[in-house]
């Protein structure tokens, strides 16, 4: 193999209705509308894409409260000092709000060097205690500084305030997170009002972000990046894809580098095994293989490089050691011109930076090397490429991955790097799809429901239909309802939590894509019952079940959505797709789902768009391989997984009359047959040990 092969794993293509970065009378752009509706909230959890307008959200909701709502202060809480400038001086009244956002410049921490390194954050907790004491309406600092100072003041000194944590999925529930610990503090004590705000709520690991009695007493804003996307002004179409290789990744880079394109480059990380080890060297060759160095430019330090047509570019490295070129550089990238000139540099290479946070509105590709194992840092990244910007019709991501070699001593890792990549674009594809609601075939309209200007359509495959805001509303035949109020949030706002934790489960997926033998049920039924009864222990066995059925249900609507996509979209050799295709289009081709039943759902594997997808991108032979170290790593069912199918089997025979058979030519019957004889073995075995 000789060059790299890149995977289309998503692709949507959007209407253009202008809506998401059209302001209102008061300034505020559709998702601000939406957070300022919820802004008498004590506690408000804003989730919504990159680049949607969440810093300006809070501006406004915080003033409100200042003014309007007896707080005292405000106190803005970001991950990293670069991210501070967000909350930066905004004249709002300008633009028809009511007050402007001022920060005085001794009250932003995060411009003060080095206010994110623990021990210069510890230093800051006196300014911290001066700001409690002045009066002045708002601070801004880094998480390790408000963290220092919630320990050493106390929760009580912040009483009567508003804490506003941006990039909320940095905080967890682990007792190991000190942040996540403290805050869970300032909800007990219930003294101040609190806004979390993120782009993604999900993090790397299997811990909760909240606990679930503290996740209950927020208020969720959810804005989807699919209203986001629908309602830009020139963004069109997003390209999600990902690239296996095999030999460096540095020989291979080149068949997707195109220095016409603006572009962020994610090298990979020094420890990882993409990495040649040298990160500088590295920098110079990718540089080499866009043409030849002509020198730096002195005001901003980036490299000037002539490519093969003849034209000069510019690109900025991100990667050197050098604080004093780092620093320049960096800088340059903050100036207005960098967001006003599309011209001002034309590729950036990163390592650990230009992920969260950062604003380059002309970035068309975020092309990433190495697999990212956080469904957040993928997001993250795609959210630099998403930004809408004059001219700009066409966004990507791509990401690079080592590919399985029968020669490679890292096959096991080259085999668990494709199984997340094919995750990830799973995950992608559902959270970039409008918000599914469904409900039972016998209830009819829903009375809560935002229709939009079409209604509710009787007969049509989607009952119910607001293309402007996203939302999709379908009827299913057996569904079961969520019962109390939880549980009904849960399956308005929380489902792609749900979905994640799924598709991150490395049994289901490796199963689900290679396991010739499986019973759809088994991933469907038995393994997503189990995450929903681990995630949502407090709910009722029936609520359980509606939460899962609703999970399973929004998950393959969106896989059969896309296939239909897959095979009626054609490309016209502009690298756009003919008509206006797109997810609501296939959404609509899809069958009539108010026939579509849950025992119909339950036997759709919703791994097999994936299979396609890596079928298509590597030979039988890579493919034979990945299987077989699959198929080695199967396990036998667990004691719970066997309860999960003998409690199945026993609705079994309540509906039919009879035991499932071993010998029945139906797989399921088969596999809750199995599943009794599992759990019979463990019962008796649990006898005979007394």
């Known amino acids: 193999m000789t060059e790299t092969r890149p995977i289309p794993a998503v692709r949507l293509v959007k209407a253009n209705t202008g809506v998401s970065s059209k302001p209102n009378e008061l300034g505020m752009r559709e998702m601000q509308r939406e957070a300022y509706a919820y802004r008498g909230e004590q506690y408000l959890l804003i989730k919504s894409p990159p680049a949607s307008g969440k810093s300006r959200a809070l501006m406004f909701i915080a003033l409100d409260k200042l003014h309007n709502q007896g707080v005292t202060q405000a106190i803005v809480v970001v991950p990293e000092r670069s991210i501070g400038g967000s909350f930066a001086d905004e004249p709002l009244t300008k633009h028809g709000f009511y007050w402007d956002w001022t920060v005085k410049p001794h009250w932003n921490l995060c411009n003060v060097p080095g206010a994110d390194d623990v021990k ?76 979390a705000m993120t782009g993604s709520y999900f993090r790397g690991d299997a811990v909760a972000v909240l606990s679930p009695e503290d996740e209950a007493k927020f208020v969720p804003v959810t804005y989807t990046y699919y209203q986001q996307l629908n309602g830009y002004e020139y963004l069109k179409t997003l390209d999600i894809a990902y690239s296996f290789y095999t030999g460096r990744y ?47 430019d002195e005001a901003t330090g980036f490299h000037l490089i002539e490519t093969a047509a003849g034209n000069t570019i510019k690109i900025a490295d991100l990667v050197d050691d050098d604080p004093s070129k780092r620093d320049r550089v960096s800088s340059a990238l903050k100036s207005p011109e960098a967001r006003s000139n599309r011209d001002y540099v034309d590729i950036i290479i990163a390592l650990g930076m230009a992920k969260e946070g950062f604003d380059w509105i002309w970035c068309e590709h975020a092309l990433t090397v190495g697999y990212r194992s956080s469904l957040t840092e993928i997001i993250q990244i795609i959210g630099r490429a998403t930004r809408d910007a004059p001219g700009k019709t066409v966004a990507r991501f791509t990401n690079l991955i080592a590919e399985p070699a029968a020669a490679d001593d890292l096959v096991a890792d080259a ?56 939302q999709f509303h379908f009827e299913l035949k057996g569904l079961i309802e969520p019962t109390t109020t939880e549980a009904k949030r849960i399956c308005q706002e929380d489902l792609n939590e749900v979905i994640t934790s799924f598709i991150q489960d490395k049994q289901a997926i490796s199963r689900g894509l290679f396991d010739p033998e499986l019973v759809p049920e088994e991933l469907t039924v038995v ?3 189990k995450i929903v009864r681990d995630r949502y222990p407090e709910l009722s066995e029936t609520d359980q079940e509606a939460v899962r059925q609703h999970a399973i249900a929004a998950l393959n609507i969106t896989q059969q959505a896309a296939k239909v996509i897959t095979e009626t979209a054609s490309d016209d050799g502009t690298g756009e797709l003919k008509a206006n295709t797109s997810f609501v289009d296939g959404v609509r081709k899809f069958m009539n789902v108010r026939e579509l039943d849950i025992d119909l759902i339950d036997h759709i594997n919703p791994f097999d768009a994936a299979v396609a997808i890596l079928a298509k991108a590597m030979n039988a032979g890579l493919l034979r391989q990945v299987q077989a ?11 719970e997984e066997a309860r999960a199918y003998a409690i199945r089997a026993v609705q079994w025979k309540r509906e ?8 029945s030519q139906d797989p399921w019957e088969r596999q809750l047959a199995v599943g009794v004889a599992a759990f019979a073995r463990y019962r008796a075995q649990a006898t005979a040990n007394g």
Request: negative net charge; hydrophobic residues 40%; glycine residues 8%.
């Open 120 to 195: 210069v954050a510890k230093s800051k907790v006196k300014a911290v205690a001066e700001f409690l004491a002045s009066g002045d309406p708002v601070l801004v600092c880094t998480h390790a500084t408000f963290r220092f100072a919630l320990a050493e003041l106390g929760i009580e000194a912040f009483d009567g305030r508003l804490i506003a944590v941006d990039e909320f999925h940095h905080v967890s529930a682990d007792p190991e997170n000190r942040l996540g610990m403290l805050l869970g503090q300032l909800i007990a004590r219930d003294q101040v009002h609190l806004i």
């Open 250 to 296: 540095i020989d291979k880079i080149n068949n997707l580098l195109d220095p016409a394109v603006k572009t962020i480059v994610h090298i990979p990380s020094v420890n990882s095994r993409e990495s040649t080890k040298d990160k500088h060297r590295e920098v110079e060759e990718i540089m080499d293989h866009l043409g030849t160095w002509r020198g730096t």
């Open 527 to 529: 393994r997503m019952g």
């Open 629 to 639: 170290a699959i198929t080695a790593r199967k396990n036998t069912l667990t004691e």
């Open 415 to 470: 085999v668990n790097d494709t199984l997340k990549a094919i995750a990830a674009s799973l995950l992608m594809e559902q959270v970039l799809a409008p918000r599914f609601e469904f409900t039972s075939k016998d209830v009819g309209p829903k009375k809560d429901f935002d229709y939009g200007p079409g209604g509710y359509r009787e007969g049509e495959a989607n009952v119910g239909v607001n293309e402007e805001r996203g």
């Open 656 to 663: 039919r009359g009879r035991a499932p058979e071993a010998t």
